[in-house]
C-alpha cells in the first residue's frame, strides 16, 4: 500500500534533500523516492522553490538594464534577413521564360544528378561523352544534385579513401564546367545535393555563394515554371526526399505529388542512385515521376544497398511550346532520330 504524505512530511524530506544525496534518501525512504517527490512538488507548490522576484529586486535589475529600443532590434533583423536572401542567390520557387519564344516545337530537357566528381569509381569517359552529346546537340540541363564529391571535414574516413581529386581541384573543374554549358546556353537550373552542400556545413559557405551562374541555384528542392507562349510546366525538382519503401523506388516522389505539388507535371529525384521511372494519371491529369542514375558506379556505399552497381541514366524530356505535351526520349539516338525527324509523333 501507497505511502500517503502530508504536507508536514512534504517538507521534512524537502529540508532533508538539502543536505543527503539521493542515494542516502533512497535506503531511507526506498528507490523510489525520487518519483515520489516529483509527485509530491506537483501536490504541493510549498515544496517548488520560490522563483518570483520581489518588487526590490526588479528595481535592481532596471539600474543594470542596457537601454535599447528593441523595435528598432527587430527591424535591423528583418533588413538582414532580407540582405541575406538577397546574396544568397538562392532560388527555391522560380520562373524560366526567357525561352517563351523557343521556335521549334519541343523544348529538350535532360534531367541529370549524381555526377561525384573526385570520386574513384565515377565513370569518367562516360561523363565525358554525355557532356559533349549535351553541347553538341544543345540540350538544356537540369541538374538536381551531388555534381561533386566533396568529402571535406567529413568524420567518416573510408569516401577519402575513394577520392581521386581533391575537394579544391572538384571545385574548379564544376565551375570551369558550368561556364562552358552556360556559354553554349545549355544549363537550365541547378538543385544543389548533400555532398554539394558539405562545404556549407563545415564553412557555412559554398562555391555557389560567390559566382552568379545567371541561372537559379537551389537547395535540394525547386519549384520550376517553364514557361512558353500559352504553354507552362510545372516542375518539382527534390535530390533528397522524404519516404522510402523497398517495394516502390518512387514512393517519395509519389508522397511528394499527393501531400505537397499535386498539380506538377514532372517530378525528379535523385540521391538513391537506382533509375526509375512512372508515367500515370491522376489529379485529371497525366503525370511524370522519374528517379535519375549516376555516374559513380561502384562504392562502398552502392555495394552496401545494393546487389549490383549503378545505373547511368538521364531522361530526356520534350516539352510542347504550341500545346501541352511532353515526350520523353530515354537514349541518345533516339534524340537523335527524333530531332532529324525519322521518328514519328
Known sequence: MKKKWTLEEALKLKEEKKYKSWQELEQIYGKN????YRRLKKRYPELNDNNVVDDSEIEELKVGL???DWRKILSQGQMNAELNKEISGIKNEFVIDKYKDYPYPYFPVMFTADWHIGNTWADYEAFLQFMEFIITNQIKLSVVGDMIDNFILDNLKFPMLNTSLTPRQQKIALLNLLDELLRNDCLLNLCLGNHDLRSERAIGETIFSFFDLKVPVSHNRAVMELKFNGVSYKILEVHKALGFSIY???HAGQRELRWHHPDADVIVLAHKH????????NFRKWQWIVMVGTFQKHSEYIYDYWDKAATIY????LFGTKEKKIKLVEYFEDFKKFMKGEESE
Not at 33 to 36: D, L, Q, S
Not at 274 to 281: G, N
Not at 314 to 317: E, L, M, R, S
Request: glycine letters at 0%; proline letters at 9%; charged letters at 25%.
Open 33 to 36: 523516492i525520487r518519483r515520489t
Open 248 to 250: 516502390n523506388k518512387l
Open 66 to 68: 542596457r537601454k535599447a
Open 274 to 281: 537506382t533509375p526509375a521511372i512512372l508515367h500515370d494519371y
Open 314 to 317: 538521364n531522361p530526356i524530356f
